[in-house]
């Protein structure tokens, strides 16, 4: 019943920028934290970034000064922009949101489908 769709994902040359976003609908009553993640081929699921309801942010090190994100809560969206691209930022990029969808349900994590962003020259 709670769906994250991402968008923004594509073929990008070194250096360049992609902006991804991510759109929360369905029964919602509450998002917590909101969040990308990323995994490439033979690789882990990472974090890429997050952000609290506040909009307190947390970076992994190896986006830190090239990746910004966003939210806006009334929309219930979390954005990615994503500058100065390199090889090694080729990934499947999830959205994620702990989310609350009644009053008296829990807290629980929601991943969209994935959206691929490919950095090659």
């Known amino acids: 019943q709670v769906q994250l769709v991402e968008s923004g994902g594509g073929l990008v040359q070194p250096g360049g920028s992609l902006r991804l976003s991510c759109a929360a609908s369905?029964?919602?009553?509450?998002?917590?934290?909101m969040g990308w993640y990323r995994q490439a081929p033979g690789k882990q699921r990472e974090l890429v970034a997050t952000?609290?309801?506040?909009?307190?942010?947390n970076y992994a090190d190896s986006v830190k000064g090239r990746f910004t994100i966003s939210r806006d809560n009334d929309k219930k969206m979390v954005n990615l922009q994503m500058n100065s691209l390199k090889f090694e930022d080729t990934a499947m990029y999830y959205c994620n949101a702990v989310i609350k969808p009644r009053s008296f349900k829990s807290w629980s994590p929601y991943w969209g489908q994935g959206t691929q962003v490919t950095v090659s020259s």
């Open positions: 952000i609290s309801r506040g909009g307190s942010t």
């Open positions: 369905g029964v919602i009553f509450s998002i917590n934290d």
